[in-house]
């Protein structure tokens, strides 16, 4: 089973990357842009086929390794 990991900075936590890149784009002629925040995608493979197991472990992963839950948020798709 494949579960996807959507790693997101927290509301309110400074995202100087995303800064960056936004200011990238309004060079670029995009003055539209008002703001850009960046994350991460990871895919995980398991070999696993109850849908409730693969999602918990794939939570406890995202928990203990894959963010950082202080200041990320993360969101787990299965497929």
Request: a negative charge; hydrophobic letters at 45%; aromatic letters at 6%.
């Amino acid at each position: 089973m494949r579960a996807r990991v959507f790693v997101t900075l927290k509301p309110g936590v400074l995202d100087p990357a995303g800064k960056a890149v936004a200011h990238g784009l309004h060079g670029l002629g995009f003055p539209e842009v008002q703001d850009v925040r960046l994350g991460r995608y990871v895919e995980v493979q398991l070999d696993e086929t109850d849908p409730e197991v693969a999602r918990a472990k794939v939570e406890e992963m995202a928990r203990r390794l894959l963010a950082n839950t202080v200041m990320e948020n993360f969101r787990v798709e299965l497929g």
